[in-house]
């Protein structure tokens, strides 16, 4: 299945939350939703249609002039395993390019967290050529952080 990729326009956060709330396996703490939909707002965020219905979105959080990370990503659960997420991340990754940032990261739980939902994001971004740099206790040792980083070939 082909999305359409585009930027995000005004007022289109709400579908956003939307999909965020439709995604409580993932995004089930309310401070960290309103907390994402501030960044949607205010990052570089960038929507996937399907027949002029918003299914998806990825927001970028740029660090410096050759890092970024991947700062939230949600897709429609009845769009899961259909390519969205990879064309997502893809598209992303062409406009990161594009600007010379050569490094490109994203937060998820730890391997050893018991989450099933999260081992299948880790094997989503394994999958998409991100590796394992670093897991730490930046969201505490209940919510064991796992850094993965990719090298974005010029």
Not at 3 to 24: A, H, N, Q, T, V
Not at 102 to 116: G, I, N, R, S
Not at 119 to 129: D, I, N, Q, S, V
């Amino acid at each position: 299945m082909s999305f359409l990729i585009r930027p995000i326009k005004d007022g289109e956060y709400k579908f956003c939350e939307k999909i965020l709330r439709s995604l409580p396996e993932w995004f089930g703490i309310e401070e960290a939703i309103l907390d994402y939909v501030k960044d949607i707002q205010s990052m570089d965020t960038r929507i996937a249609e399907n027949n002029n219905e918003i299914v998806g979105f990825i927001t970028i959080k740029h660090h410096t002039e050759i890092s970024a990370e991947l700062q939230v990503m949600a897709v429609k659960p009845k769009f899961h395993r259909q390519g969205c997420g990879s064309q997502l991340v893809e598209d992303a990754e062409k406009s990161l390019r594009n600007k010379s940032v050569e490094f490109f990261q994203v937060k998820t739980l730890a391997p050893f967290h018991p989450d099933p939902n999260y081992a299948k994001t880790r094997k989503f971004y394994e999958h998409l050529g991100f590796k394992h740099l670093e897991e730490n206790n930046l969201w505490g040792e209940k919510n064991p952080c796992l850094i993965m980083v990719k090298y974005l070939k010029p």
